[in-house]
């Protein structure tokens, strides 16, 4: 509020009406939401209790420890100052944000939920993939060790080939990523879609499910016997 009707200028000193009652501004606090943790921020006045007339809505108190353990001190206190006021709910700073972050939290879970059984399909589908192809290549690795290929340059070989599935998947992915973020920015609090560390531990994550679920059938075909591949030809 103080940016937009004085701009640089300082604030503090000045005076203005408000409701056909003048006050003087006697400090300026930092930008706040006040309704939702998503809108843009408004401007506002702060103005003491007994200058505006009124009751409290809310009393925000800072303990040292934790603030639930000083629940029971606190509503002693207030009824030895007037037993007449009405306690309502105690609840802390962190519990109302909780409550306000319920729907970011609840598409979260349900997003980790589908992350891990994505993954989950990817392990299974990459295992199947590479078990088949092992299989129909058995002959053409038996020949290669024949001719001299050693165990580990057959697992890298067919390691290869994970990681050629998994460059074109990493691709796709991140430009669906980008192209869908627009909609996930809607969805979760203070999330954005060009967060290229959190990119790329998804892409980190992808890869070690993806080589993980490889090894077993590029470890089977590095231990092929060359003379029973060739006898199954």
Same mark, same amino acid.
């Given at each position: 509020?103080?940016?937009?009707?004085?701009?640089?200028? /300082?604030?503090?000193?000045? =005076?203005?009406?408000?409701?056909?009652?003048?006050?003087?501004?006697?400090?300026?606090?930092?930008?706040?939401?006040?309704?939702?943790?998503?809108?843009? $921020?408004?401007?506002?006045?702060?103005?003491?209790?007994?200058?505006?007339?009124?009751?409290?809505?809310?009393?925000?108190?800072?303990?040292?420890?934790?603030?639930?353990?000083?629940?029971?001190?606190?509503?002693?206190?207030?009824?030895?100052?007037?037993?007449?006021? =009405?306690?309502?709910?105690?609840?802390?700073?962190?519990?109302?944000?909780?409550?306000?972050?319920?729907?970011?939290?609840?598409?979260?879970?349900?997003?980790?939920?589908?992350?891990?059984? $994505?993954?989950?399909?990817?392990?299974?589908?990459?295992?199947?993939?590479?078990?088949?192809?092992?299989?129909?290549?058995?002959?053409?690795?038996?020949?290669?060790?024949?001719?001299?290929?050693? /165990?580990?340059?057959?697992?890298?070989?067919?390691?290869?080939?994970?990681?050629?599935?998994?460059?074109?998947?990493?691709?796709?992915?991140?430009?669906?990523?980008?192209?869908?973020? /627009?909609?996930?920015?809607?969805?979760?609090?203070?999330?954005?879609?060009?967060?290229? /560390? $959190?990119?790329?531990?998804?892409?980190?994550?992808?890869?070690?499910?993806?080589?993980?679920?490889?090894?077993?059938?590029? =470890?089977?075909?590095?231990?092929?016997?060359?003379?029973?591949?060739?006898?199954?030809?």
């Amino acid at each position: 509020m103080a940016a937009h009707y004085f701009g640089n200028r /300082p604030a503090s000193g000045r =005076r203005f009406q408000f409701n056909k009652e003048a006050y003087t501004i006697v400090g300026v606090a930092k930008d706040a939401k006040y309704q939702d943790l998503r809108e843009s $921020t408004p401007r506002l006045v702060y103005f003491a209790v007994l200058q505006r007339g009124g009751g409290i809505g809310a009393l925000d108190v800072r303990t040292a420890g934790s603030p639930l353990a000083f629940a029971g001190t606190l509503r002693t206190a207030i009824r030895q100052i007037d037993p007449r006021l =009405r306690i309502g709910e105690v609840t802390t700073l962190s519990g109302r944000m909780d409550r306000k972050l319920s729907r970011e939290y609840l598409v979260a879970d349900i997003s980790g939920f589908f992350s891990g059984l $994505t993954l989950l399909l990817v392990s299974i589908g990459i295992y199947g993939t590479l078990a088949y192809s092992v299989a129909r290549r058995t002959s053409e690795i038996g020949i290669r060790m024949a001719l001299g290929a050693q /165990p580990g340059s057959v697992l890298r070989m067919v390691l290869r080939d994970i990681l050629r599935l998994l460059a074109v998947g990493v691709a796709v992915g991140v430009v669906a990523v980008l192209a869908c973020g /627009p909609l996930v920015e809607s969805m979760l609090f203070e999330l954005k879609s060009s967060d290229l /560390p $959190t990119i790329a531990l998804a892409a980190l994550a992808l890869a070690a499910t993806a080589l993980a679920a490889g090894y077993l059938p590029a =470890r089977r075909a590095s231990r092929i016997d060359p003379l029973t591949a060739l006898r199954l030809e």
